[in-house]
């Protein structure tokens, strides 16, 4: 039996705002336990919520870069249930009305381009949190989170494998990046997906029952969980038993997904408009305002930076996955006035090397794009080889310093004069007889040791293109 | 009866509120008139009109993104009922 | 003393003729001479209220003119006042000390005035007769075996037998003006949206509104010069300017154009009722308005939207009473939903829990647009039936309520008679116009209120047309026996 994978994902990104969606409390991460969590955030008998107008400027922005509709007039509406970190007993979210529509993304898996449609993405308050660390047998209730702004957005079930769906994943975390409407933060819990997989036998139009993945906070764990999840649907249908709609839960240190242990699986939300809020109405005139400001995108960014620097589709890629690496790509260029390819080489290469190492983000280098612009403008104009630029690299991360000063401290720079080189490879040539009638008698090999010998007596400074030019003529004799 | 009492006893658990076996019986019959009286909206016809969530056609306010709370868990914490290391404590939470 | 009106007050602080402080005092012994009878009181706050007049005679002392300045109110115990008791007259409540003051306490503390206490009410507002509290029902100081209404029960009564000028109350149904009537008192509804609603704890969110009950007109007016006000804690606040509703008092009448809706004087209404309200009419056809018949087509049904759309919403409101941040807990959950189930089952009261498996109800998977989505489209046709008549009239007039107060006990098994003790008020919530309730007869002894009701933002006309009637008549000057 051939089977086809089914995935839609929901994602929830928590919006950089100062301050909640409904209220005046700080969202900054990391506070101590309820210290931001003021009278609206607890639900206080008699608080009102009242709306943070960035919350609404970033979910339009969101649409806009999805080319979605903006709803012109959208509702909050309250999800009625009961849980500890949901201090009103209903979450204020959107329902029928949402304030974005349908838009698109365009993902690549697998080398193929494909368009996965966006449903819908609306705004809603976070909850708090709790923390199972006993309490004599009691759990603690965190509420600094309730009330944070969260955007939701749900994709259609476009999705047909793991690697898609980690595509789009990938594809949406970069695009709430380059907004600067989300921070992405797994670790932190700013950026949180759940998976919805089903399966169906190939060619069949209806979708199979789905279970939802929940607690997916990297990639990593998404696609594993799909993986798992496929697998697990696909042998029990074959062993001719049903997949239950439930929610599951991904264990990372058992790679398997497990039910949720909720009594009532389904939920009676009974959504209604909340009474306590107004209609939002989004004019044109602001929707023109935010068009004009969104940023360069990652796909527009992507085909500038094919056309503008020649670089390969991948290099582009990979350059613009996120907008702190593209930034910093043409800040090195710019720097260097030019030699895309170089630049792109040791972005990709040296830099990106060095920064998954220590596990830092481009944002932490502590080496800048006009430093490393620095370094191989000296490669280019041919002051150290591309060899010591290495070298220089590495002091440079360790210190900080700019390339001309560690060249200068160290004096690392090439040796090009011609005379100096050759009065050298004279030497190295008495030096080594016996080499020398080897090479002479066939062992073209050979050149590689003569060169070896050149830089070593110049501690690698000997300009290599110099010393090949020159060492070959004597070499032949 | 329009309510029966097993509707009465689903809506107690949706909204999480503890009815005594002897009372059930009398909030079916309570709840069962006030639907009968409330079915003589069926008989308006109203398939062109709008549902009114307002009385004014006001539309939300937005309010600028600062800070403006401080912490004040002391104060809101003095009224819990039970409380440790600035948590609020409730039976164990699965999930 | 206690017989003064605001004004009265306000002019002799003014003149020295007492202090805040005495004036204060002198309501305070009043309060524990009669309120054990009555009950009107939850909290009596002596110690906050001495203080307060201490601070509002310095003011006077330092020329301060402001009409409510040292005056003593009450407000009703649904206003969150710091550090003092807010129990919205509920055992969920009865340990809740509110960490913060409502927008319409802090505007009256502003202006100066002195809080006595915090007055009793229908448990969570929810009820018309002021029995649901868990602190007890409250007396008609009028006849003390019958309620004052409710559910500002407690803010009526108290006003009536004096025990303080003025009161603050909530509105959602009816529940200032009703109480009003039975308590031969005078209570306004104001606009959707004119009083700001941060603070004042929620029942129905789109249909709750503070306002003033007093004895006069003129003295609402004051007390709506406070209360009123855009405020930007509350969503649903509207920023529109305050009118003067003091100055515009003495306006002649000449040329008001009040309606009379056939559907509220048809022969369902109490002969009794009906002739102190004929009488009222009169009166006002003497002071210059022409009268004339209106229809309201689809009023008849105000009782049943009403019925779906606040229990719908109070439903989800009263969510948040869960045992685990303030108010009640249960002993010794076993779990969570023990928790939640029990500590909601036992400090909630039947009429709370009743309403709220409605509204659960009417929300429920399958049954909301037979319910709430159809009660909110058919409350769209009874505000539009307003629009429409306020185009030929100015006001309207109607009975408050269908009788006169009630005996404690008469209507507790019968929700469904409770709830149409309400036909006459509710309509005015579900289109968020203004209302003024205003006595105008005694039938058996018990006070019959009448109600002027405008659209949006006429306050000002209603307290305007309130007030001629009382200079010409008398009604909100009688005591009621034994508390003269």
């Known amino acids: 039996m051939q089977w086809e994978t089914v995935i839609g994902l929901e994602i929830h990104a928590q919006l950089a705002t100062k301050s909640k969606i409904f209220s005046g409390a700080s969202t900054a991460y990391g506070a101590i336990a309820n210290t931001q969590a003021c009278a609206v955030d607890l639900g206080l008998p008699g608080v009102l919520p009242v709306l943070n107008q960035e919350a609404v400027h970033m979910a339009v922005k969101f649409g806009l870069a999805i080319d979605a509709e903006i709803a012109p007039v959208s509702v909050f509406a309250r999800k009625n249930y009961f849980y500890p970190d949901l201090p009103k007993g209903y979450q204020i979210s959107q329902f029928e009305l949402p304030v974005v529509g349908c838009g698109h993304l365009d993902i690549v898996a697998n080398d193929q381009v494909k368009r996965v449609a966006i449903t819908r993405a609306h705004l809603e308050e976070d909850a ?106 696909i042998d029990l249908l074959e062993s001719g038993g049903t997949v239950v709609q439930e929610t599951r839960l991904y264990d990372s240190n058992s790679d398997q997904t497990r039910p949720m242990r909720s009594k009532e699986e389904s939920n009676d939300y009974r959504y209604f408009p909340d009474p306590d809020l107004l209609p939002l109405e989004i004019e044109p005139g602001f929707l023109v305002e935010v068009r004009d400001q969104l940023p360069e995108l990652p796909d527009q960014k992507c085909d500038r930076f094919i056309q503008q620097y020649a670089l390969t589709d991948d290099d582009a890629s990979v350059l613009t996955a996120t907008r702190e690496m593209a930034d910093y790509y043409e800040l090195t260029v710019s720097t260097l006035g030019g030699e895309a390819k170089l630049c792109a080489n040791w972005v990709m290469g040296d830099l990106a090397g060095a920064l998954n190492k220590m596990n830092l983000d481009v944002k932490q280098s502590p080496i800048d794009g006009l430093l490393l612009g620095g370094l191989l403008k000296r490669i280019v104009d041919k002051t150290i080889s591309g060899k010591i630029a290495k070298q220089v690299f590495d002091e440079m991360w360790q210190t900080g310093a700019a390339a001309d000063k560690i060249i200068e401290d160290k004096g690392l720079k090439q040796i090009t004069d011609s005379g100096a080189i050759e009065q050298i490879i004279d030497r190295i040539i008495a030096d080594n007889p016996v080499q020398l009638e080897q090479y002479r008698s066939g062992k073209d090999k050979l050149l590689g040791y003569f060169v070896g010998q050149v830089m070593k007596a110049t501690q690698g400074k000997a300009n290599p293109g110099e010393v090949n030019k020159l060492l070959i003529p004597k070499l032949k004799g | 009866m329009s309510l029966s009492i097993d509707d009465v006893e689903k809506m107690s658990k949706l909204a999480r509120i503890e009815i005594r076996e002897s009372d059930i019986n009398g909030y079916a019959r309570d709840l069962s008139g006030i639907l009968d009286l409330v079915d003589q909206l069926n008989a308006t016809e109203t398939t062109k009109i709008k549902p009114m969530a307002h009385p004014l056609d006001q539309t939300q306010r937005l309010r600028s993104d600062i800070v403006t709370e401080e912490d004040q868990r002391e104060l809101f914490q003095s009224q819990a009922p039970q409380v440790e290391s600035g948590l609020y404590l409730v039976p164990k939470v699965i999930e | 003393m206690y017989n003064k009106t605001i004004a009265e007050i306000s002019a002799g602080l003014q003149k020295r003729d007492f202090s805040s402080e005495e004036i204060t005092q002198a309501y305070l012994s009043r309060i524990k001479q009669h309120d054990e009878q009555l009950n009107c009181f939850i909290s009596i706050t002596e110690e906050f209220a001495l203080a307060a007049a201490k601070n509002a005679d310095q003011r006077l002392a330092k020329g301060e003119s402001g009409g409510l300045i040292g005056v003593p109110i009450a407000h009703k115990d649904i206003f969150c006042t710091r550090d003092v008791k807010t129990s919205c007259a509920s055992k969920m409540l009865d340990n809740f000390y509110a960490p913060y003051d409502a927008t319409v306490v802090e505007q009256m503390n502003q202006a100066g005035c002195v809080m006595l206490g915090k007055l009793n009410m229908d448990e969570f507002a929810m009820g018309s007769s002021n029995e649901t509290s868990f602190y007890g029902p409250v007396r008609n100081p009028w006849d003390q075996g019958c309620v004052p209404g409710g559910s500002s029960g407690g803010s009526a009564a108290a006003v009536s037998a004096r025990l303080i000028p003025a009161a603050t109350g909530t509105d959602t149904g009816g529940s200032i003006r009703q109480p009003a009537a039975f308590c031969g008192v005078t209570g306004l509804k104001p606009t959707y949206g004119r009083v700001s609603r941060y603070g004042m704890i929620a029942f129905a969110s789109s249909l709750d509104q503070g306002g003033p009950l007093t004895r006069t007109a003129q003295d609402a007016a004051i007390m709506l010069q406070a209360m009123a006000g855009f405020d930007t804690r509350d969503s649903t606040s509207v920023d529109h300017p305050v009118d003067d509703y003091v100055s515009t008092l003495n306006r002649s009448l000449d040329g008001l154009k009040i309606g009379l809706p056939k559907e509220y004087f048809d022969d369902r209404l109490d002969t009794d009722i009906r002739r102190c309200v004929d009488e009222a009419i009169h009166e006002f056809t003497k002071l210059g308005a022409h009268v004339r018949e209106v229809s309201l087509p689809n009023i008849n049904l105000s009782v049943p939207v009403y019925y779906v759309v606040a229990s719908a919403e109070c439903s989800a409101n009263l969510s948040r009473f869960d045992g685990v941040r303030y108010g009640y807990r249960c002993e010794n959950p076993f779990d969570l939903d023990d928790l939640y189930s029990r500590s909601r089952g036992e400090a909630f009261g039947a009429e709370v829990k009743r309403r709220i498996l409605m509204g659960t109800y009417a929300l429920s998977t399958g049954y909301y647009d037979a319910y709430y989505l159809k009660a909110q489209k058919v409350r769209r046709l009874i505000s539009e039936d307003f629009r429409q008549v306020f185009a030929d009239v100015d006001i309207l007039a109607a009975p408050t309520a269908p009788s006169t107060a009630f005996p404690i006990g008469a209507k507790t098994n019968d929700p469904i008679s409770m709830y149409l003790s309400d036909i006459y008020t509710i309509a005015v919530n579900l289109a968020g116009i203004p209302a003024v309730s205003l006595p105008v007869g005694c039938v058996n002894n018990k006070p019959v209120g009448m109600q002027l009701i405008g659209n949006f933002f006429s306050e000002e006309r209603l307290l305007n047309a309130a007030h001629q009637y009382q200079s010409v008549t008398d009604w909100h000057m009688r005591l009621p026996q034994g508390f003269e």
């Open chain 1, 128 to 233: 708090g949190k709790s923390l199972h660390e006993d309490f004599q047998g009691l759990s603690g209730i965190d509420l600094n989170r309730a009330g944070t702004p969260l955007l939701e957005i749900v994709s259609e079930p476009d999705m047909r494998s793991a690697e898609e769906a980690v595509a789009y994943m990938r594809k949406i975390h970069s695009l709430v990046r380059y907004l600067e409407i989300c921070d992405g933060n797994m670790q932190e819990g700013s950026f949180r997906c759940d998976a919805n997989v089903s399966v169906r036998p190939k060619g069949q139009k209806e979708f199979g029952t789905r279970a939802e993945i929940k607690n997916l906070n990297s990639f990593r764990f998404v696609e594993k969980a799909i993986n798992h999840e496929v697998d697990r649907q």
